[in-house]
């Protein structure tokens, strides 16, 4: 099991099938934002700012624990990882309209990470809708799932 940490998250993102001595590497050696497919514990693709600060990207070599799962969500959503954690009552999580092109948003999220844009996404959660401006420059990490 491989996970990524986040000096601002204070879950453990377990990674899907990727050599984590590599993709620490490139990360450290690129000014370039990364996505990593990632399932627990949220299935999605976890984007990261090449200006997020301590980032550990881990290789578990002992048997597992514990079994991977992820949350299930209807519509898809966008996740704001924090220092409260990404699935409890206060998480930033917000939905995102069916139909929503997940590649094309994480192009953009990515771009702006890139180059420090802005992104305005069109979201709800449980009584409020509206729009979500992302600021590439000051974002850490964003991840995007699909309904399930």
Not at 21 to 38: C, I, N, T, W, Y
Not at 61 to 79: K, N, T
Request: proline share 7%; charged share 20%; hydrophobic share 45%.
């Amino acid at each position: 099991m491989n996970v990524l940490r986040l000096d601002s998250d204070r879950v453990s993102w377990v990674l899907d099938d990727i050599d984590v001595a590599a993709v620490g590497e490139k990360f450290a050696r690129s000014r370039e934002p990364l996505a990593v497919p990632v399932s627990s514990p949220l299935r999605g693709r976890l984007l990261l700012s090449p200006n997020a600060g301590a980032v550990a990207f881990l290789a578990d070599s002992r048997q597992p624990g514990w079994i991977p799962s992820y949350l299930q969500a209807s519509v898809p959503q966008l996740h704001i990882p924090s220092a409260t954690g990404s699935t409890g009552d206060d998480a930033l999580v917000y939905h995102l309209p069916a139909g929503t092109d997940l590649d094309e948003l994480e192009r953009q999220v990515l771009d702006a990470m890139r180059h420090g844009g802005r992104v305005p996404v069109a979201v709800s959660d449980a009584y409020l809708s509206g729009t979500l401006v992302l600021d590439g420059a000051g974002l850490r990490a964003v991840v995007l799932c699909p309904a399930t």
